[in-house]
């Protein structure tokens, strides 16, 4: 499997691949790197941000406040899609995304009056 790291502005290119029991990477410059590689070839996590819908028709950015699994980003972005929220929203508020078999927290990240 090849990809590109995405853990620093250099953007290595990765080689990963299986011998054995082992996952080996090339093509990192650091230990990041290698981490990275590992985690994108056995489990492939990413935090999500994205916009949520607030009640005056304005909208406030926000992410999870952990990675998801990759395969789950959809759902998230579908679940906060149909969300609408209070105006009164602030940054750091949090609420509790309840997916089938995912437990995350959202975090508002930006609001219109902050500039989002
Ligand atoms: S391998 Fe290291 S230097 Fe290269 S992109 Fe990843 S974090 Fe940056």
Do not use: M, N, Q
């Given at each position: 499997m090849n990809t590109i790291c995405i853990m620093c502005p250099m953007g290595c290119g990765l080689e990963i691949e299986k011998v054995g029991d082992e996952v080996r990477v090339s093509g990192n410059t650091c230990k990041r790197g290698e981490a990275y590689g590992k985690a994108e070839f056995i489990h492939p996590v990413r935090t999500v941000t994205t916009l949520?819908?607030?009640?005056?028709?304005?909208?406030?950015?926000?992410?999870?406040?952990?990675?998801?699994?990759?395969?789950?980003?959809?759902?998230?972005?579908?679940?906060?899609?149909?969300?609408?929220?209070?105006?009164?929203?602030?940054?750091?508020?949090?609420?509790?995304?309840?997916?089938?078999?995912?437990?995350?927290?959202i975090i508002i990240t930006g609001t219109p009056t902050s500039g989002c």
């Open positions: 949520v819908k607030l009640e005056d028709g304005s909208v406030a950015s926000c992410k999870t406040d952990a990675p998801v699994p990759k395969e789950r980003v959809s759902d998230v972005v579908a679940y906060i899609g149909a969300l609408t929220l209070g105006k009164d929203v602030k940054i750091g508020d949090r609420f509790h995304a309840h997916l089938d078999g995912l437990d995350t927290d």
